[in-house]
C-alpha cells in the first residue's frame, strides 16, 4: 500500500487490472475500479482509457465521457477517435 501512497499510478492500474480480472488474485471487481480509478485521477493515461471502457460497459456514459476526455487530453489516440465519432469536443 506504501507505493501507492508514493504515486506510483502505473502499479495501481497494473494491480487493478489483476483484480478485476482475477488474475493471480481473488477475483474483486470493486478493488479493481477502485484503484484503476486512483490512476485515472492520478493522470495515467492508460488507467484513464480503461476506466472509460468500463463506464461504457456499464452504460454510464456520462463517466465514460469524463474518462475519454481526459484520456484524449492526455493523448490517448484511440480515446480521441472515440470522441470525434460522437461530436464531442476534448
Do not use: H, W
Request: proline share 1%; aromatic share 8%; hydrophobic share 40%.
Amino acid at each position: 500500500m506504501l507505493l501507492l501512497c508514493g504515486g506510483i499510478t502505473p502499479s495501481a492500474s497494473a494491480l487493478g487490472l489483476l483484480y478485476f480480472n482475477g488474475t493471480g488474485v481473488v477475483k474483486d471487481e470493486n478493488e479493481g475500479v477502485r484503484l484503476i480509478k486512483f490512476a485515472a485521477d492520478n493522470n495515467d493515461v492508460i488507467a484513464q482509457s480503461n476506466l472509460a471502457e468500463y463506464y461504457r460497459s456499464k452504460g454510464d456514459e456520462n463517466n465514460a465521457i469524463v474518462y475519454y476526455k481526459l484520456a484524449a487530453k492526455n493523448g490517448m489516440q484511440q480515446a480521441k477517435t472515440i470522441l470525434e465519432k460522437r461530436g464531442i469536443s476534448y
